[in-house]
């Protein structure tokens, strides 16, 4: 059973920085891909960046300049890298992995506030 761990969320002050963490385990294929979405209060979940097994990063344009996604391939784990964080970065932050030929899994997601 594939699952996912998340870590690294909490409370930060305006400008600060956080870095999540998600480790998968139970995978008996191949990953293709790892990402992070965000979900606000109030709002649609939506994608903030993935990588692929290759390195290949994707970010969504509103948050690219602050944020930084690496993995570890050797680890299954997958980091985000936040910084200059602001009130609307305010979200549940989850964690998704995309298996090649058996589809996508979700983490349980991990809380970030920020504090002005």
């Known amino acids: 059973q594939v699952q996912l761990v998340e870590s690294g969320g909490g409370l930060v002050q305006v400008g600060g920085s956080l870095r999540l963490s998600c480790a998968a385990s139970?995978?008996?294929?191949?990953?293709?891909?790892m990402g992070w979405y965000r979900q606000a209060p109030g709002k649609q979940r939506e994608v903030g960046a993935s990588?692929?097994?290759?390195?290949?990063?994707n970010y969504a344009a509103s948050v690219k300049e602050a944020i930084t996604i690496s993995r570890d391939n050797a680890k299954n784990t997958v980091y985000l890298q936040m910084n200059s964080l602001k009130p609307e970065d305010t979200a549940v932050y989850y964690c998704?992995?995309?298996?090649?030929?058996?589809?996508?899994?979700w983490g349980q997601g991990t809380q970030v506030t920020v504090s002005s």
């Open positions: 139970g995978i008996l294929f191949g990953i293709k891909s």
């Open positions: 990588i692929t097994s290759g390195g290949v990063t």
């Open positions: 998704n992995v995309l298996i090649w030929a058996v589809g996508g899994y």
